[in-house]
């Protein structure tokens, strides 16, 4: 497996700068990468992104990708599960953790607070 990653010690990150929203994403959710890139249609490549949620924003279908995924509550609320009209769902708080394997559903995801997730997904 080679993995397209660059060697980058600690430093600042600068949290108001790099932000986008990814594809298929509502308009409060946005990512920054921070290091390497994924190909889900070639199946190759691994990143290290954080995700943030603003206050209020919610996903109305569940994710499915054919990849590994851990992904780390670092900071606010997430609640997995909810339904389209944002009701119910399990509700976390920081440094929670999930590890899924490819093909796992997972979501819909939704935060009260706003929150910051960190992802890395690995083809």
């Given amino acids: 497996m080679s993995v397209n990653k660059a060697h980058d010690e600690f430093h600042t990150l600068d949290m108001n700068a790099g932000w986008e929203v990814p ?56 609640t997995v599960g909810n339904d389209e009209s944002e009701n119910g769902g399990e509700s976390y708080q920081p440094l929670t953790y999930a590890c899924r394997p490819p093909g796992a559903m997972h979501g819909p995801f939704k935060s009260e607070k706003g929150c910051i997730l960190f992802e890395i997904p690995l083809l």
């Fill in 23 to 78: 594809p298929g994403y509502p308009s409060g959710i946005q990512q920054k990468i921070l290091s390497g890139s994924l190909d889900e249609t070639g199946r190759r490549g691994s990143r290290s992104r954080l995700l943030r949620f603003e206050s209020g924003v919610y996903t109305t279908k569940p994710f499915v990708h054919e990849y590994w995924e851990e992904v780390l509550l670092v900071s606010g609320d997430l």
